[in-house]
Every structure is written in structure tokens, then in C-alpha cells.
């Protein structure tokens, strides 16, 4: 029987799955890691990212775009000329 993650949040991702997951090229799930705006740890070779970071990630990027358009909305038009 297989080991499985006590909780779906807990399971690894590998870089590509990452990448798959923000449809992103792997290239820019790496550099995500490596500037490290996600954390990740090193097994052997492979970089392992928690669902859990994943998902905090992608709900920063949700926020700030919420923000970035709230933003716009408070700008009048008549204050853009």
C-alpha cells in the first residue's frame, strides 16, 4: 500500500506539477522557487513545493489582483486626463 499524505495539503508537488498547476512554463515555476516567492525544498535533484504553498500563492496573486482593480475603480475618469 502506498504512503499517502495525511491530508491533500500536505502532498508535494514537483516543479513541473507546480508549473502544470499555475500554467506557467517550468522555467518560471523555478524561478518562482529559487527567488523564492514560493517556498520549496531540495530532494536530490528535484524541487518539492507543498499544495498548501501553492495554494497561499495563488490566493496572494488572487488578492493582489483584487487590489490592483480595486484601485483602477477609485480612480475617476475625469482624473486620468
Known amino acids: 500500500m502506498p504512503l499517502m499524505a495525511e491530508n491533500i495539503e500536505d502532498t508535494e508537488l514537483t516543479i513541473t506539477e507546480f508549473a502544470a498547476s499555475l500554467r ?10 529559487l527567488n ?4 520549496a525544498r531540495k530532494q ?25 482593480t480595486d484601485s483602477m475603480k477609485a480612480v475617476r475618469p ?3 486626463e
Open 24 to 33: 506557467v512554463s517550468e522555467d518560471t515555476a523555478r524561478t518562482l522557487v
Open 36 to 39: 523564492g516567492e514560493v517556498p
Open 78 to 80: 475625469e482624473e486620468v
Open 44 to 68: 536530490g535533484r528535484q524541487w518539492r513545493i507543498l499544495r498548501s504553498d501553492v495554494e497561499a500563492y495563488k490566493q496572494r496573486l488572487r488578492d493582489k489582483r483584487q487590489r490592483d
